[in-house]
């Protein structure tokens, strides 16, 4: 193992990652085409429909016969919906599969310079199925039980307990963070070695001990990079080209439809909003706002490779510092 690779910095890394994924960028999205877009594509049939049958079912029934065959509009709206929620569900997994399968398929490219064949990883992902779920269970009951455990503080009488609420909250949160920072590494420990949940869990924790910090600024840099940088450039370029405008208009219907809306039209009357657009404008700017969020997170998502890719050479690097310091002794 040479001294160099050993010591590589987190710059170090970030720089290699970002010539991993501008380099094969095409087969990194092609990866990503399914999960990112078959979700939107889902919640998109699911709102259309939702749209369109509240919007023409109403006119279609009396009042009364509307109330008589509520279960029958229920059911019509079950199924037209349902195909959206099982293309979602389908790509919401297979993005989940992606945050594992991703780490090997750089691997892969580290080692012999281009990715085969994407669904060879997924396929390798997916036959550990049970555990990877096991995984993201153990993980998010770690969560669950963090934030709630400050709920218990009710129980106990005291003007001070919204207080001391939030301030155990933010404890509970800071606590969270740097378990987070301890287990950051569980996907590629996931990906590269065949353990158990637990022992996935205690090993990603032995590895990033004595890198802790290192661990944190990849982490804090690569956030900075693709949930903020990156995803503003891309907005603002979006915006000169017209892009978010050309987006918004398929949309329109929603927005006149938002418009005429009583609810909403009294809403804007009383100020609330503290805009002083008209109602139409106002819709319009609040499906730009939805065009642009979705925009962002398409963008976010398609960075994910970025962020394999930083924290799977940061796998690599701790494996080879642990490898050297054990041949040493």
């Not at 269970?137 to 039980?145: A, E, R």
């Not at 065949?194 to 996935?200: A, D, E, P």
């Not at 008209?278 to 499906?287: D, W």
Request: with cysteine.
């Amino acid at each position: 193992m040479s001294k160099t690779k050993a010591q590589m910095n987190i710059f170090k890394i970030i720089f290699n990652s970002i010539g991993i994924y501008l380099k094969n960028f095409i087969p990194l999205s092609k990866a990503m085409l399914f999960p990112v877009f078959g979700q939107i594509f889902g919640m998109a049939w699911i709102l259309f429909a939702a749209f369109y049958l509240s919007k023409n079912l109403t006119k279609s029934f009396t009042p009364e016969a509307f109330t008589n065959n509520i279960l029958f509009i229920f059911l019509i709206l079950i199924v037209a919906v349902l195909p959206g929620f099982i293309i979602y569900i389908k790509a919401f997994w297979e993005y989940m599969i992606a945050m594992v399968s991703l780490n090997s398929m750089i691997s892969n490219i580290v080692k012999q310079g281009h990715l085969k064949d994407a669904q060879v990883h997924n396929r390798l992902v997916k036959v550990k199925s049970k555990e990877y779920i096991g995984l993201l269970l153990f993980v998010s009951l770690i969560w669950l039980v963090g934030l709630m455990l400050p709920v218990l503080i009710f129980f106990i009488k005291s003007p001070f307990v919204t207080v001391m609420f939030i301030g155990l909250e933010l404890i509970a949160l800071m606590i969270l963070t740097i378990i987070s920072i301890y287990l950051s590494i569980s996907y590629q420990v996931f990906a590269f070695e065949n353990l158990s949940v637990f022992n996935t869990v205690k090993r990603s924790w032995n590895l990033v001990e004595g890198n802790f910090w290192r661990t944190f600024f990849l982490g804090f840099i690569v956030l900075l990079l693709t949930s903020l940088f990156i995803p503003k450039i891309f907005l603002a370029i979006a915006d000169k080209t017209l892009l978010t405008s050309i987006m918004v208009q398929p949309l329109q219907p929603f927005a006149v439809n938002l418009s005429d809306n009583p609810v909403y039209l009294s809403i804007i009357s009383s100020g609330i909003m503290g805009q002083k657009l008209l109602p139409t404008a106002f819709s319009y700017e609040i499906i730009k706002y939805i065009v642009q969020a979705s925009l962002g997170g398409i963008i976010t998502a398609f960075i994910l490779p970025l962020g394999s890719a930083c924290y799977t050479l940061l796998y690599l690097d701790i494996v080879d510092r642990k490898k050297f310091k054990s041949k040493k002794k």
